[in-house]
Nanobody
Framework: QVQLVESGGGLVQTGGSLRLSCAAS????????MAWFRQAPGKEREFVAA????????LYADSVKGRFTISRDKAKNTLYLQMNSLTPEDTAVYHC??????????????????WGQGTQVSVSS
């Protein structure tokens, strides 16, 4: 059983930055692809970024490409999402997720079996 705990959310102004962290309960990264999704009030959960099991493939939603960076620290069993140039449209609850899928990571919520509880990111205008 994989347990994921997000942290690092908060309130920032437009143009600001945040770094989200996702701590995994076990040595997840050798065996799981990892991803970040977000869900705004009244909207469906949407893909943000993903990292393959081998760490060689990164994928980003068009809306965050060039502003967000997904990375991991295997020694700390932690996944990160560095978010720069934030806008009010980035306001959402951000969730990390894990999948045993090999190769190219999935971009649909149904591709991931394990989820964290989420951390709130709010961007003021």
């Amino acid at each position: 059983q994989v347990q994921l705990v997000e942290s690092g959310g908060g309130l920032v102004q437009t143009g600001g930055s945040l770094r989200l962290s996702c701590a995994a309960s076990v040595q997840t990264f050798n065996n799981y692809a990892m991803a970040w999704f977000r869900q705004a009030p009244g909207k469906e959960r949407e893909f943000v970024a993903a990292l393959s099991r081998a760490g060689t493939i990164t994928l980003y939603a068009d809306s965050v490409k060039g502003r967000f960076t997904i990375s991991r620290d295997k020694a700390k069993n932690t996944l990160y999402l560095q978010m720069n140039s934030l806008t009010p449209e980035d306001t959402a609850v951000y969730h990390c997720a894990a999948s045993s899928r090999m190769g190219r990571p999935g971009i649909r919520p149904t591709d991931y079996a394990y989820w964290g509880q989420g951390t709130q990111v709010s961007v003021s205008s």
